[in-house]
């Protein structure tokens, strides 16, 4: 294509060899039907099925599907990070490519970035086909981070948005490698509006994030990036066990002079008091070590991905802010 596209949307893709046709069908119906030139970017995450011939085929079929593949998966994160790296759209749609995020709520986004607004995000009305433990933890999840960090990160959503070109552009200019995308674009500001809309149950395979294993690592990365509260419970709790300490010799020192002259004994009391200290000890070090080990990472200074394949930016010549080599 010669002409740059109006409306970007980028992909990300790990074993959805049975979305992608789909995806294309249903994102091509509602591009065409308001008239947008528009692009379609699919990262292919290091999946293990077919995706990457989908992506391929898909390409040769309609040149406005592009596609980037990773050398080995390195994470949804950073393949939304890909995306907007290779994005040449005014403005970026992220989307799911399990069609969880309905296509058909494309153009309300587009309306709303045409009336003014820089991002517009998908606030999530209920969620079909979601198990009670992914509704609750998620729930939890985003009153939380919420609560505890410095920025206004909107309820009940993810990372299903519109953004403005210089959003984007700010995005990228962001370095970090433990990325959480949720929190970058609130943090970067400009006009945000939220519209509700009802997400859909996958259309076809398994979700391949909603167990803990996935959801964990997640909320650290969210909670690290943005906030200083797990630092500050570790110095509080410290405090607070030096006080209890405190008061605690001093009524040993009051019974030893005033009262019952039976000694103070027991191996148990001064066993689970080392226990506590020793547990306490140990969960500020974790506390510390997952801010350091974030540190560390970041001054390694390795790409955040690494390309194998492109299909459909040959003539661009692109490679991604990330990308190295």
Do not use: C
């Not at 992909?11 to 692009?39: F, K, Q």
């Not at 050398?71 to 970026?92: C, E, K, P, W, Y």
């Not at 939890?140 to 070109?165: A, H, K, S, V, W």
């Not at 027991?266 to 506590?276: E, I, N, P, S, W």
């Amino acid at each position: 294509m010669s002409k740059k596209p109006t409306i970007s949307i980028v992909v990300p893709v790990y074993n959805e060899e049975l979305v992608l046709p789909e995806l294309h069908r249903r994102v091509s119906a509602v591009m065409d039907s308001i008239g947008e030139t528009w692009e379609l970017i699919l990262v292919n995450d290091g999946s293990r099925d077919r995706s990457a011939e989908v992506i391929a085929q898909l390409h040769e079929q309609d040149e406005r599907v592009k596609g980037i593949s990773f050398s080995r998966n390195f994470g949804f994160q950073i393949a939304v990070t890909a995306g907007l790296d290779h994005a040449l759209g005014q403005a970026v749609i992220l989307s799911d490519a399990d069609l969880q995020d309905p296509p058909e709520v494309f153009p309300e986004m587009i309306i709303k970035w045409r009336e003014g607004y820089d991002v517009v995000y998908g606030q999530r009305k209920s969620r079909r086909g979601e198990t009670w433990f992914k509704l609750f933890t998620a729930k939890l999840f985003y009153r939380l981070i919420y609560r505890i960090t410095d920025i206004d990160i909107p309820l009940d959503t993810g990372d299903f948005r519109l953004m403005d070109r210089r959003v984007v552009d700010a995005i990228r200019h962001m370095p970090e490698r433990n990325r959480f995308l949720r929190g970058l674009v609130p943090w970067v500001g400009y006009k945000q509006i939220g519209i509700e809309y009802e997400r859909q149950a996958r259309f076809a395979g398994e979700s391949k994030f909603g167990g803990v294993r996935q959801m964990l690592p997640f909320a650290l990365d969210a909670i690290t990036s943005f906030s200083y509260v797990p630092l500050q419970m570790a110095t509080y709790l410290g405090f607070t066990i030096a006080v209890i300490s405190g008061l605690a010799i001093l009524a040993v020192v009051v019974i030893r002079l005033f009262g019952p002259h039976t000694p103070l004994e027991g191996q148990g009391t001064t066993l689970v008091a080392v226990l506590f200290l020793g547990g306490v000890q140990l969960i500020s070090l974790g506390i510390i070590g997952e801010y350091l080990g974030r540190i560390y990472d970041e001054v390694k200074g390795r790409p955040l991905y690494l390309v194998d394949q492109r299909w459909g930016f040959e003539e661009q010549g692109s490679r991604g802010a990330g990308e190295q080599g």
